[in-house]
């Protein structure tokens, strides 16, 4: 009995570990254009094609932020909305977006 208690107490500790932090998603527009992004719920950050972006509002239901600081800096003054992740429907723009579980290079499959 006592190693019964004892599998389920690890097999409960172990659960934790295997709540995603990074959620990656893989976009394709209608010209076959890819994209992809990596989303941190705890850290509140989002990275668009290997690169870190600045997060203007962060809500479950879409994720707004400014592509590069020369887009800000031209549509900040126009009041033009920033670029927007819509959570819910899974898109970007004209992007689909997927989540992805594999990626196809991580530091197990790369070579340098």
């Not at 500790?13 to 076959?32: F, G, H, M, R, W």
């Not at 819910?88 to 977006?97: D, F, K, L």
Request: overall charge neutral.
């Amino acid at each position: 009995m006592k190693i019964i208690l004892y599998f389920l107490f690890i097999h409960l500790l172990s659960i934790n570990y295997v709540i995603a932090k990074d959620v990656y998603l893989s976009c394709e527009s209608p010209t076959q254009f890819k994209s992809s992004f990596v989303i941190n719920d705890e850290k509140k950050s989002l990275i668009l094609n290997g690169v870190e972006r600045e997060v203007v509002n962060w809500t479950k239901e879409y994720i707004s932020f400014w592509v590069s600081d020369q887009f800000k800096a031209i549509q900040e003054p126009r009041n033009l909305p920033p670029n927007i992740l819509d959570r819910i429907s899974g898109s970007y723009g004209v992007y689909n977006c997927e989540v992805v579980k594999k990626l196809c290079f991580d530091e197990k499959n790369f070579t340098y």
